[in-house]
């Protein structure tokens, strides 16, 4: 059964440093979203491509958070510097068609610590 | 006020009870998510309603539009079943989902 991949599956950090996450959508999905969630909280959107664009980054902390998907299949999102509060989990999901009722098929995530 | 709220938050059960996890929200929805995620981080959609009731083994989710409350339930509850079910929303007016903050259920044997 085809999955979404993500790599790494954990990184620990020091404040200031760069940290870049990777994830491979379900082959053939067009959309992809990046989440993060926080330790006893649900996930929030950073992120939403569809294709190579993007469609919602309103969340996104772009001051220090970029995320691209150059050729509309996978996807990096990168944290530079890291700060001690980016520490959580960060989710990729993807989705079939971008539509309201589409349903979205979440990775293994990666657990990042910053400290 | 969260736009999405479940409860309850955390829940223990003993193997075989009926289990009831609530999620209200305050927004129009298109749809609403009913997801389960395990220790290890990853999320699996369970799922997706816009309106009456789905079924799936022994996973039944309810939605009540007018109301805004949807019930997820588990009959015959199993400690396998230990996770965290997270609600989440699609409003009518976006297509970006909005989360609860999970209920972490423990089934023991």
């Known amino acids: 059964e085809a999955e979404v991949a993500q790599s790494p599956r954990y990184k620990i950090t020091e404040k200031s440093q760069a940290v870049a996450f990777w994830c491979d959508p379900i082959?053939?999905?067009?959309?992809l979203y990046w989440y993060r969630q926080i330790l006893g909280q649900g996930p929030e959107l950073l992120v939403q491509f569809q294709d190579e664009s993007v469609v919602d980054d309103s969340q996104l902390p772009k001051d220090r958070f970029s995320a691209e998907r150059l050729k509309g299949v996978d996807s990096t999102l990168k944290i530079q510097p890291a700060e001690l509060g980016d520490s959580a989990m960060y989710l990729c999901a993807s989705g079939n068609t971008g539509r309201k009722e589409e349903t979205q098929y979440f990775g293994p995530g990666t657990r990042l610590l910053v400290l | 006020k969260n736009e999405v709220e479940q409860s309850p938050q955390n829940l223990t059960a003993q193997e075989g009870e009926f289990i009831t996890i609530n999620c209200s929200y305050s927004?129009?929805?298109?749809?609403l998510h009913w997801l389960q995620q395990h220790p290890g981080g990853g999320i699996v959609s369970l799922f997706m309603?816009?309106?009456g009731k789905k079924k799936h083994g022994r996973l039944i989710a309810t939605i009540n539009i007018q109301e805004k409350h949807s019930s997820l339930h588990i009959t015959a509850s199993h400690p396998r079943d230990s996770a965290v079910y997270i609600c989440a929303v699609r409003e009518t007016s976006g297509s970006r989902l909005t989360f609860g903050e999970g209920t972490q259920l423990t089934v023991n044997p």
């Open positions: 082959s053939g999905h067009a959309t």
């Open positions: 309603l816009s309106s």
């Open positions: 927004v129009g929805i298109s749809a």
